[in-house]
């Protein structure tokens, strides 16, 4: 393990921060509900044959270029205090891939580790890397990877039985909701890399880089949030339904949405309160109640549908809320069954 040191600007660091400071409620909802399924990360490695760990690190090993005090230092620091405000036990390697489009990614189960393409080291500037870095590393501590792996289990196992009609639509079914949950994961990892990074307006600038390139100087992150607010209310019913559409399949909200959602994030408090020090904990996490999460994402789906001004969601708002309240039965069943 490599030691920890403190970060090279004055940020301040989150003894014991919980990912549940920062993650959506739907996103914190589905977590809570899989920690407490005992065994459960251990059957997914088990059942995944596409996915090895150890033959993936090894890959990167020979491919790519690991970040040391000596390769890459600017990186190697950032990981290292991505690490050191969340309170990781481990500081995550972090790899720079040959490729020209703009990624960055955090995969494994037990040794995650981020890699980052040189499209995204030419895209940022250095605190817009700060919080890509801090993205990648909300990731891992949230555990994304262990449960997002499911998704790609499934996914490939709908190709597999696309000809059967009906066990098809069965998993696309479950697929289209994973995928749901893999957007809000992705909205988590965005307050989780605000939340290491501590510059909001890099944050912004790196998720508005990610819609229109390097001309930061062509492009107004107030003009960028005016076509958020477009894009929530433009047209008529047939555009909210060909918006639900180009959202299938798709398993990261589109650079508007995820702008808008941060802005929003930390206009409320919630960035500010976690600064200082108001946050959960992790020695707490086990005692966190589905219930309760549940319900907390239940209500978050209901403000986004009052608040938003799309004539698609108000036309299915009754039926919306019908699946959210059964769903909440569902849960209250089988949080009583597990008590």
Do not use: C
């Amino acid at each position: 393990m490599r030691s920890m040191t403190t970060p090279d600007r004055n940020r301040v660091q989150l003894p014991g921060i919980s990912s549940r400071a920062y993650e959506h409620p739907a996103d914190r909802s589905a977590l809570v509900a899989m920690r407490s399924l005992s065994g459960f990360d251990s059957v997914l490695k088990r059942m995944s044959g596409l996915f090895s760990e150890r033959r993936l690190r090894l890959m990167f090993l020979a491919s790519a270029v690991r970040t040391t005090d000596t390769q890459f230092r600017a990186l190697y620091d950032m990981g290292r205090d991505s690490a050191y405000i969340l309170d990781l036990h481990r500081i995550p390697e972090i790899y720079v891939q040959q490729d020209p489009k703009a990624y960055a990614m955090a995969i494994g189960f037990d040794e995650p580790f981020i890699i980052v393409s040189t499209g995204i080291l030419d895209l940022m500037d250095e605190e817009e890397l700060r919080f890509v870095i801090g993205h990648e590393t909300a990731h891992i501590l949230s555990g994304h990877a262990v449960y997002g792996t499911m998704l790609a289990v499934l996914t490939r196992l709908a190709t597999r039985v696309a000809w059967i009609p009906l066990g098809y639509i069965g998993l696309r079914v479950i697929v289209a909701a994973l995928e749901e949950w893999q957007r809000k994961a992705e909205m988590s990892a965005d307050r989780g890399g605000l939340v290491a990074g501590q510059d909001p307006d890099a944050a912004l600038r790196a998720l508005m880089k990610l819609a229109g390139g390097s001309r930061l100087h062509e492009m107004n992150i107030e003009a960028f949030l005016d076509q958020a607010r477009e894009y929530d209310t433009a047209g008529d019913v047939r555009d909210g339904l060909l918006k639900v559409l180009n959202m299938l399949g798709t398993t990261h909200p589109f650079a508007v949405t995820r702008v808008a959602e941060l802005d929003r994030w930390r206009r409320s408090g919630e960035y500010e309160r976690i600064l200082a020090g108001d946050y959960p904990r992790r020695a707490d996490d086990a005692n966190a109640k589905i219930t309760d999460e549940v319900k907390a994402a239940a209500n978050s789906y209901r403000e986004s549908w009052a608040q938003s001004q799309d004539p698609f969601i108000g036309v299915l708002r009754d039926v919306a809320e019908g699946a959210v309240n059964a769903g909440e039965r569902i849960f209250n069943r089988f949080a009583r069954r597990e008590n």
